[in-house]
C-alpha cells in the first residue's frame, strides 16, 4: 500500500524538522544515587526518548483511526481503536518516567515528536475499517519492531528496569497487533 512505503515527510515540507535534521535528545542526565552508571544512562535516556517520541506519534495515530472509521465494523472497529489508544497512552507514561527515573528530561511536546518519530505519517484520507486496519496495523508492527530494537538496546547497557518496561509495552503492541490484523485474515 502506498503508506507503507510514503516518506514520513518531504524535507522543506513542514518548515521544521526533517528526517535529515531529527533532533537529538539532550545528552546529559541529572545525578542520582541510582548505581546505573552516569554514561549507560545518558545513553538510555537518549534511546527512550526514541521511543517515546514513536509512541507518542502511535498514540495520535490510534485516535486518528478512532474518530474517522467508517462502514458496517464501525463500532467494533471505534471502540477497538480507542481501547488500543488508551494501553498507549500507558506505554507513553511508562517511558516518559523511566526517562526521568534516569535522570533525563521526558521529551515529549509535538515539535519534538514531529521531528524525532521514526514512524510514518497516518494518511488522512482513509475510511473504510479494512483501510484503517491497514493503516493501524502498520503503524503498531512498525512500533513493535522498534521497542523489539529497544529491549537489545537496553540489555546491551546493562539496564535491566529499561528492557522490563520495553518487554512488557512489546507484549501488549503484539496482543494489540493480533487485534487489528485479525479483521484481515478471516476467510
Ligand atoms: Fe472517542
Known sequence: ???????????????????????????????????????????????????????????????QAHWNVKGPTFIALHKLFDEINEDVEEYVDLIAERIVQLGGIAEGTVGVVEGRSTLIDYPLTLSTGAEHVAALSDALAAFGRTVRVGIEEMNELEDAGSADILTEISRGVDKWLWFVEAHQQGA
Do not use: F, W
Open 1 to 63: 500500500m502506498a503508506h507503507t512505503t510514503a516518506p514520513r515527510r518531504q524535507p522543506g515540507v513542514s518548515g521544521r524538522s526533517t528526517s535529515e535534521t531529527r533532533s537529538p535528545a539532550a545528552a546529559t542526565a541529572y545525578p542520582t544515587k541510582t548505581d546505573l552508571p552516569v554514561t549507560a544512562r545518558v545513553e538510555a535516556i537518549a534511546l527512550l526518548n526514541q521511543r517515546l517520541a514513536d509512541c507518542i506519534d502511535l498514540q495520535t495515530q490510534c485516535k
